[in-house]
């Protein structure tokens, strides 16, 4: 922390003392540079924080730079009202052009963002209130009492003011729930809509982003420069914050900030080799996407990991501690169905992976789904958490109509789930994905991002500390800060379960949370989801560890080819004679010892059930 401030305290002295060693050439670069350095910001933040692939990014530069030009000179507006409805224009714009974003997968994203930019080249190089080719003259500079910022020295605090503010800012966003969000939304979108991201509404948030940056930097640009032409809003200039994004690592801020200005600067130097230099910023894209995918700013990342692989103890130290058991509520006696799922079919073109399936589920319970390869148990839990829609039945949540919920409705509503083959968010710490889930927001309250950030702030802390005790319950203290996906597998599915309850749910969806477990972590498991409901929550399992299902489970429901073809208990049903035909087999059974359910709890019966 010291540290942090002793160097934020030394860049801003060195930002404050620059101009003073610079030739009046060297500060116009150098107020460029830092225009740069704001739409990298935005850049960033769209694609390298959120993963929207966003090449419209000099579309909102020349929006926020033109809207200036047009507003002062024809309408006779003043600079800073006019820098302000700039922004705001930008912004708007910024919100048209991620509509696509609500509905497109992000190559699309790509074709679409790259078509409005040329689009707006194309618009502002024929308009006439935008001055056709020639671009408009004679913008009037801002003024401020006293400080005369027709001055390139001091028009550079100004600039260096307004860049902290937004790097800040970003960095603030990056870091809290917002920017956690997108960077969950990045890593998968698919789980982040599990634990409650409205993911189309966070890829718009992205395209507003990275628009108020691009709106910023186009409005300073028309101050400093005070004319404005097509050529400054290119797709060969788009390519070139596209460089600096990706040189300088797209995924830290600070990353896209040395892009920027190390370009500006390298650009400015070998202007009298434009057409080399260009060539030469592609070798080094290429060059940077092959063998630093992180950019400049992932190269310390890298180096530490290649250093403790090397003395290799810092991970052997940590360990996973024993679950520390929920407080047990009282059950009600007449527990009321929580899940009904009411003859739902799910055809997939020519197959029928659901076929009229019907079951409740009663609070309290401890529900094992169990079922041959392909049987549909997979393609069950998506129905009931809202990743498919059924063809056809209903399914209903504490009595709601829940068929046709969005994924983050349900987790709102109080379904959680696990994936079969694990879905955490790799680039998140563990923390991370915990805080993920454990933040119950709405994506409008990111309003107070606008307006009220001690809120946002204070919303923070209280996650943090809940992801502390949710992180000790699960015993999981020690990688808090690891990347949950260089842990070994047994972790990782707790992981997954810790960030599941982390969301508070009262239906815990898991699929096969055994798979690819030992026996000691079967125990462990068998633990876990046995506090789990007595705390209150319903779980509903599918397993092909039958001795989990046996020791587990008061009633089991047995699928076959999409149709439910046996439901009771363990007991009942690995006697029922369609299923020993559609699935077990007697000599599996017998085998098994599926007549004493104790004999599953030892740990070499577990693990031989499972293969
Ligand atoms: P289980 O989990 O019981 O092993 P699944 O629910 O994953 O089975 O799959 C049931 C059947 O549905 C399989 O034949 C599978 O190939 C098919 N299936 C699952 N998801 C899809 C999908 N998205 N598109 C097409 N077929 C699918
Ligand atoms: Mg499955």
């Not at 910024?94 to 963002?113: C, D, E, K, N």
């Not at 400015?268 to 260009?278: C, K, N, P």
């Not at 197959?351 to 069950?380: F, Q, Y």
């Not at 015993?475 to 992981?495: E, H, N, W």
């Amino acid at each position: 922390m010291r540290t942090r401030i002793a160097t934020t305290g030394a860049v801003v002295v060195a930002a404050w003392a620059l101009p003073y060693g610079l030739g009046s050439y060297t500060i116009h670069v150098v107020d460029i540079a830092l225009i740069y350095a704001l739409l990298a910001i935005g850049m960033g933040l769209a694609m390298g924080v959120s993963g929207q692939i966003n090449l419209a990014q000099v579309a909102f530069f020349g929006v926020g730079a033109y809207s200036v030009a047009i507003l002062t000179t024809h309408y006779g507006y003043g600079f800073w009202p006019a820098a302000l409805l700039s922004v705001l224009a930008t912004v708007v714009t910024g919100l048209f052009v991620g509509i696509p974003a609500l509905r497109m997968q992000s190559h699309y994203l790509g074709i679409v963002t790259l078509g409005l930019a040329l689009g707006f080249v194309n618009w502002i190089t024929n308009a006439h209130i935008s001055g056709g080719a020639d671009g408009i003259s004679g913008v009037p500079g801002p003024t401020l009492p006293g400080v005369d910022l027709s001055s390139e020295y001091l028009y550079y605090y100004l600039e260096a003011v307004v860049f902290g503010l937004a790097l800040v800012f970003g960095l603030f966003v990056v870091r809290t729930s917002l920017g956690r969000r997108l960077r969950a939304m990045r890593d998968d979108s698919l789980a982040a809509g599990a634990t409650g991201a409205e993911v189309p509404l966070l890829r718009m948030t992205a395209f507003l982003l990275a628009s108020l940056y691009g709106g910023l930097a186009g409005v300073l640009y028309s101050g400093l420069i005070r004319y404005v032409a097509p050529e400054t809003f290119s797709i060969a200039n788009m390519f070139i914050l596209l460089a600096m994004v990706v040189i300088g690592g797209r995924r830290s801020l600070v990353g896209c900030v040395v892009g920027a200005i190390g370009l500006t600067l390298v650009r400015e130097w070998l202007s009298d080799f434009s057409t080399y230099a260009q060539l030469g910023y592609g070798v080094v894209v290429v060059v940077m996407v092959v063998f630093a995918p992180t950019g400049l700013a992932g190269v310390p990342a890298r180096l530490r990991g290649r250093y403790e692989r090397w003395r290799g103890r810092e991970t052997a130290r940590a360990e996973l501690r024993p679950f520390t058991p929920y407080s047990p509520v009282e059950r009600p006696d007449t527990a009321g169905v929580l899940l009904a799922v009411e003859g739902v079919t799910k055809q997939f073109r020519g197959l029928r992976a659901l076929d009229g399936v019907s079951l409740a589920v009663h609070e309290g319970e401890i529900r094992g789904i169990v079922g041959p390869n392909g049987s549909g148990k997979t393609t069950l839990f998506n129905v009931i958490s809202g990743f498919y829609r059924a063809t056809a039945g209903t399914v209903r949540l504490v009595g709601d109509d829940t068929t046709a919920a969005r994924p983050y409705a349900l987790s709102l509503a109080g379904l959680s789930r696990t994936f079969q083959n694990l879905r955490l968010f790799g680039q998140l710490t563990v923390r991370e994905n915990v805080l993920v889930a454990l933040d119950r927001s709405r994506t409008h309250s990111i309003w107070r991002y606008a307006l009220w950030q001690p809120g946002v702030w204070m919303h923070e802390r209280l996650l943090r500390a809940q992801a502390d005790e949710v992180l000790e319950r699960f015993g999981l203290a020690d990688f808090a800060a690891a990347g949950p996906t260089s842990l070994p597998y047994g972790i990782q599915r707790r992981i997954e379960i810790a960030r599941a309850m982390a969301a508070r749910p009262r239906l815990l969806l898991l699929d096969e949370p055994a798979a690819g477990l030992n026996g000691e972590e079967v125990q462990q498991l068998i633990r876990i989801v046995r506090s789990i409901r007595d705390s209150g929550t319903t779980v509903i399992l599918i397993e092909h560890n039958m001795g989990l299902v046996m020791s587990l489970c008061e009633k089991v429901t047995v699928l076959s080819g999409g149709n439910v073809i046996a439901e009771g208990t363990p007991q009942e049903v690995v006697t029922a004679p369609e299923v020993i035909e559609a699935y077990l087999g007697e000599s599996d059974l017998a085998e098994l010892g599926m007549d004493t359910p104790e004999a599953a709890d030892r740990p070499d019966r577990a693990k031989e059930a499972t293969s």
